[in-house]
Nanobody, 123 residues
Framework: QLQLVESGGGLVQPGGSLRLSCTAS????????IGWFRQTPGKEREGVSC????????HYAEFVKGRFTISRDNAKNTAYLQMDSLRPEDTGVYFC????????????????WGQGTQVTVSS
């Protein structure tokens, strides 16, 4: 099974920034849609952002548009989620995953989940 490792979470004050990383080992991300998801307290896991590697098409959930940016470093085989203007409601565990499907608001066919990284936004 494909393995992904997330990192970069932590504690940040409201309005602050974090950059999450999602690294794949032993295979390339070139053929996948990379997705970032989160599990916030009291809510089901939800899609945050995705990037289709072959086309560079991106998609963002409404609640992060204008604040978060997804990107990818081919040389490092790593995807990133730059999170700016963080809010307390962004607190949760953030996961990355891969899909062979499209990057859109359906968030379909994602698998190969990482272990997650905790993001806490609090003063």
């Amino acid at each position: 099974q494909l393995q992904l490792v997330e990192s970069g979470g932590g504690l940040v004050q409201p309005g602050g920034s974090l950059r999450l990383s999602c690294t794949a080992s032993d295979y390339t991300l070139d053929y996948y849609t990379i997705g970032w998801f989160r599990q916030t307290p009291g809510k089901e896991r939800e899609g945050v952002s995705c990037l289709r590697s072959s086309t560079n098409i991106t998609h963002y959930a409404e609640f992060v548009k204008g604040r978060f940016t997804i990107s990818r470093d081919n040389a490092k085989n790593t995807a990133y989620l730059q999170m700016d203007s963080l809010r307390p409601e962004d607190t949760g565990v953030y996961f990355c995953a891969l899909s062979i499907g499209e990057c859109d608001n359906r968030w379909r066919d994602f698998s190969s989940w990482g272990q997650g990284t905790q993001v806490t936004v609090s003063s």
